[in-house]
Nanobody, 117 residues
Framework: QVQLVESGGGLVQPGGSLRLSCAASGIIFRLNVMGWYRQAPGSERELVASITTGGSTNYADSVKSRFTISRDNAKATVSLQMNSLQPEDTAVYYC???????????WGQGTQVTVSS
């Protein structure tokens, strides 16, 4: 059974930083693309960042230069370092695991990030 468990969300002031982590189990982690998505109230879920099996990264324009995604295949974890957080970054953040060309597609339960003074 595949499980993705996120941690690291919380309340932070504008300009602050948070680090999200996602631990995967029940699957061969290194074969899968990992991503972070977010969903704000009243909005659709959107891609924040992704990282391929080879380590190539992709970011939403709104987070480029502020967020950094990384993965540790040995620990089966993916992290999202978020710096210079702004109120518009407030959302529930979801970890995603997928394998291109396969039906493999899993989601974590989500972790709340709130940026407010």
């Amino acid at each position: 059974q595949v499980q993705l468990v996120e941690s690291g969300g919380g309340l932070v002031q504008p300009g602050g930083s948070l680090r999200l982590s996602c631990a995967a189990s029940g699957i061969i982690f290194r074969l899968n693309v990992m991503g972070w998505y977010r969903q704000a109230p009243g909005s659709e879920r959107e891609l924040v960042a992704s990282i391929t099996t080879g380590g190539s990264t992709n970011y939403a324009d709104s987070v480029k230069s502020r967020f950094t995604i990384s993965r540790d295949n040995a620990k089966a974890t993916v992290s999202l370092q978020m710096n210079s957080l702004q109120p518009e970054d407030t959302a529930v953040y979801y970890c995603n695991l997928r394998r291109p060309g396969y039906v493999t597609n899993y989601w974590g339960q989500g972790t709340q990030v709130t940026v407010s003074s």
